[in-house]
T-cell receptor, first 114, second 110 residues
Framework: DAGVIQSPRHEVTEMGQEVTLRCKPI?????LFWYRQTMMRGLELLIY????????DSGMPEDRFSAKMPNASFSTLKIQPSEPRDSAVYFC????????????FGPGTRLTVL | GQSLEQPSEVTAVEGAIVQINCTYQ??????LSWYQQHDGGAPTFLSY????GLEETGRFSSFLSRSDSYGYLLLQELQMKDSASYFC???????????FGTGTQLKVEL
């Protein structure tokens, strides 16, 4: 398997623009997680899905953020409108949901909002 | 809620042994995990403890004491490539969400 795939790897946009981050989890994994990592706040869970259904979105910072998982092999995280404070590395991870808490992270998308 | 505390930075020499501690406060606990992240890379899973005691995986070992809400990651025979950030994380079991600590930056020197 190719592992978790994220695109784009880098995104530079201007404040107010819409940003869409994409993720393809490992085939057969039932859980998908979106994280944000910054120096100030560390690694934060934004939202996670089980079998394509959002389970916990309490980490989503505000209404400007939304996430979808239309099928088992694809998820998006959208920011509209983007702001400079959204600049961060966004990771997608997937998990088979076994007893140990092993999650498989994608390479991340480095987002810069000017 | 969940909170985890780790030292922010540890420095050790190549070939040495280093221990990275993690204390946690949680409202529900199933296990303690450890992840490694190199600069510019993604976190990768290292180990998981659900029960008290020591788990060994090659040069890395992880320990958990549930009564003390404490765990540590032990790295032996340090190599330069072990220079990275190490995160402890607590989870709700299985596919449930993880809460990560703030991370410990390990610097291995010659």
């Amino acid at each position: 398997d190719a592992g978790v795939i994220q695109s784009p790897r880098h995104e530079v946009t201007e404040m107010g623009q819409e940003v869409t981050l994409r993720c393809k989890p490992i085939s057969g994994h039932d859980y998908l997680f979106w994280y944000r990592q910054t120096m100030m706040r560390g690694l934060e869970l934004l939202i996670y899905f089980n079998n394509n259904v959002p389970i916990d979105d309490s980490g989503m910072p505000e209404d400007r953020f939304s996430a979808k998982m239309p099928n088992a092999s694809f998820s998006t995280l959208k920011i509209q409108p983007s702001e400079p404070r959204d600049s961060a590395v966004y990771f997608c991870a997937s998990s088979p949901g076994l007893t140990r808490d092993e999650q498989f992270f994608g390479p991340g998308t480095r987002l810069t909002v000017l | 809620g969940q909170s985890l505390e780790q030292p922010s930075e540890v420095t050790a020499v190549e070939g040495a042994i280093v221990q990275i501690n993690c204390t946690y406060q949680t409202s529900g606990f199933y296990g303690l995990s450890w992840y490694q992240q190199h600069d510019g890379g993604a976190p990768t899973f290292l180990s998981y403890n659900a029960l008290d005691g020591l788990e060994e995986t090659g040069r890395f070992s992880s320990f958990l004491s549930r009564s003390d809400s404490y765990g540590y990651l032990l790295l032996q025979e340090l190599q330069m490539k072990d220079s990275a950030s190490y995160f402890c994380a607590v989870g709700g079991g299985g596919g449930n969400k993880l809460t990560f600590g703030t991370g410990t930056q390990l610097k291995v020197e010659l």
